[in-house]
């Protein structure tokens, strides 16, 4: 992925990330989703995905989210939307 859709992907990431996360681990999220994106779409692949249904989109893109809420221990109290990230243990 090129470094200007890297760009344009954390633009659209980080401002609502950091209403709920605030901006450290907003900017921490967000470039983990780019990175992991960038690392396993390329430009044409997002694009592609961009065209489908809204519910394979979704798809694709909770993977990553999980991916990297999970890995840097983002708990999902705010409004949970039904995704399954299990923090009991840190409670």
Do not use: H, W
């Not at 859709?5 to 921490?28: D, F, H, V």
């Amino acid at each position: 992925m090129t470094d200007e859709y890297e760009k344009t992907l954390y633009r659209g990431c980080y401002p609502q990330s950091k209403q709920y996360l605030g901006a450290e681990k907003a900017n921490e999220y967000c470039t983990c989703m780019v990175k992991t994106l960038s690392n396993k779409y390329s430009n044409e692949d997002l694009d592609n995905i961009s065209k489908l249904p809204e519910a394979e989109q979704i798809k694709v893109y909770d993977e990553v989210s999980n991916f990297c809420a999970i890995t840097l221990e983002i708990s999902e109290d705010k409004e949970d939307k039904g995704n399954d990230l299990d923090k009991s243990e840190n409670n």
